[in-house]
């Protein structure tokens, strides 16, 4: 039964005559070491990836800052136009890259087409609008009408993405895609475990006329390949956890590159007594369980005002009691496997140490080997001790806590009790009262009525963390300038912006203190 699954799996991703091991064979890699890579539906290995070495990412890293220079030199809109021919080819492949997501990560197609919705999403975002975000800016002189400036941006060169299992579609490419539209050349790492994604999407860059050596994918592990990335590259761009991004930034630093980093979470939510306990739920459950948890932006906190608890528990227990658990290809599960066996454990764990120190179960709690190797019941906790590990450390898996309180104000500070600070989501009859309360949660996002697509699909608007949940914004015009280095060009209509020849320094001096005390009235006048 395992064996068919896993020949389903790979007769679907055959669409187009370009197997797997042709995947890996476009990756340059000096030795004949090579990582398996297994299907979580089955955790069979469905093919293998060459092992990169230091000199392989070096290597990557040059070619791409060769290709990097005649790219930077194209028009933005010329550039835009290579990124919205790969929105087009992302959705016209949809069916294989849904094919390949499941194949990697295990996870239910519907979770599968968030990906695949989101990539087109983002590159149609920066190829209409990117071009206008690159435009010079002119600012204010020094001495009106004799001085000017203006403001251009230069590429930073060499962009290196290292993106995770969890999503290897969306987070492949959506960082990539404003660091190409803005001149540079790209090396991605993926996650080992999901790394034919990446080369799918790398393929299509190429149709759609993105020159070769422009993005660059190195696969391996990521102690060897990681390293010798940020070593190598001019900005880094990272997903993934918070103790690994601590040692991304630190490497970093020394290297004097920048950084943007969307780490881990323990996101809260927040259901008011005004709120409709039956929505709710409906929203708990997608922000809980989508993925299996394997979330960054996933609720694994709800506290709910005590007047609604017994009614918004009772629809929620009811609700993710109704989730279907499977791996079939094909629209139906709700929910799918964790990744591998390792993540497994740690649901597993979490879970027992809260029954350990009193929590209870109302749903869930169970592996379910009859289903996958992986798959673990969407569960929800009630009186988890604040010191278990449910409490404290991120899950990441279809595991969440829910706890009354007796006021708002106990729920804005129980969800601000946490070193992280990636999202939250408030739920409340009243949207402009929960826009309000939103301010004073400590996240880098916060939706209300809503848990977490109305925030991340607004490409228009800046998405990262605070605390342990990182650094930097990607999204938006934030997005985009970070991959960028700006540069001030000013000009004197006058020659030298001093004192000129034959004025005494004393009354040069004087009239500069008249002069700013006249721009700063004017300044007063004109806001």
């Known amino acids: 039964m395992t064996s068919q699954l896993a020949d389903s799996i790979r007769s679907s991703a055959a669409v187009e005559p370009r197997d797997l091991e042709a995947l890996a064979d476009g990756i340059e890699a000096s030795g004949e070491t090579s990582i398996p890579v297994r299907a979580p539906a089955t955790d069979e290995v469905v093919g293998r990836v060459p092992a990169c070495s230091e000199a392989d990412v070096e290597s990557a890293v040059d070619r791409a800052r060769t290709a990097q220079s005649e790219w930077a030199d194209r028009e933005p809109k010329a550039r835009a136009a290579v990124l919205d021919r790969f929105a087009d080819l992302v959705l016209e492949r949809r069916e294989r890259l849904l094919d390949r997501v499941q194949l990697e990560t295990g996870k239910s197609r519907v979770d599968a087409a968030e990906e695949v919705l989101d990539v087109p999403a983002t590159a149609t975002y920066y190829a209409t609008r990117g071009p206008d975000m690159l435009a010079d800016e002119s600012r204010d002189g020094v001495f009106p009408l004799l001085t000017d400036a203006r403001v251009t941006h230069d590429p930073v060169g060499v962009v290196g993405v290292i993106s995770p299992w969890n999503y290897p579609l969306t987070l492949a490419i959506t960082d990539a895609i404003p660091a190409l539209l803005a001149g540079n050349g790209v090396v991605l790492k993926p996650d080992q475990k999901t790394p034919f994604v990446a080369l799918e999407l790398a393929a299509l860059l190429e149709e759609a006329g993105l020159p070769p050596g422009v993005f660059e994918v190195v696969t391996g592990e ?5 390293p010798a990335l940020i070593d190598r590259v001019d900005y880094l761009s990272f997903t993934g956890s918070t103790a690994t991004g601590r040692s991304v930034a630190e490497r970093a630093g020394r290297n004097l590159i920048d950084c943007s980093l969307e780490l881990g979470g323990k996101n809260p939510m927040v259901v008011l007594a005004d709120a409709d306990p039956e929505t709710a739920a409906r929203g708990a459950v997608q922000g809980c369980f989508t993925n299996a948890g394997q ?41 799918g496997s964790l990744i591998d066996g390792y993540q497994l454990e740690r649901v597993e764990g979490h879970v027992a140490d809260a029954l350990e120190r009193g929590a209870s179960v109302l749903t869930g709690g169970r592996a379910r080997p009859d289903v996958g190797p992986f798959c673990y019941e969407p569960t929800i906790l009630t009186d988890v001790a604040p010191d278990s590990l449910a409490a404290c450390e991120e899950t990441f898996g279809p595991v969440v806590s829910v706890e009354p309180v007796p006021s708002v104000g106990r729920a804005i500070e129980a969800a601000n009790e946490t070193e992280y600070g990636l999202n939250a989501s408030i739920w409340t009859g009243d949207r402009r009262r929960g826009i309000e309360l939103a301010r004073e949660i400590d996240a880098g996002t916060v939706c209300v009525n809503d848990a977490y697509v109305s925030g991340w699909a607004a490409t228009d608007a800046p998405m990262g963390g605070v605390g342990d949940s990182g650094l930097g914004r990607r999204h938006g015009p934030e997005g985009l300038k970070r991959y960028l280095e700006a540069k001030t060009i000013a000009s004197s209509r006058v020659g030298p912006a001093w004192n000129p020849p034959g004025v005494p320094d004393r009354w040069f001096v004087r009239g500069m203190v008249g002069a700013l005390g006249v721009r700063k009235r004017l300044s007063r006048w004109f806001r």
């Open 222 to 226: 990521g102690s060897t390949v990681g």
């Open 295 to 335: 979330l960054c932006l996933a609720m694994e906190r709800i506290y709910v005002e005590a007047p609604v608890y017994e009614n918004f528990l009772d629809a929620f227990v009811r609700e993710t009691h109704a989730l279907s658990l499977g791996t079939a290809l094909e629209y139906g599960p709700d929910v």
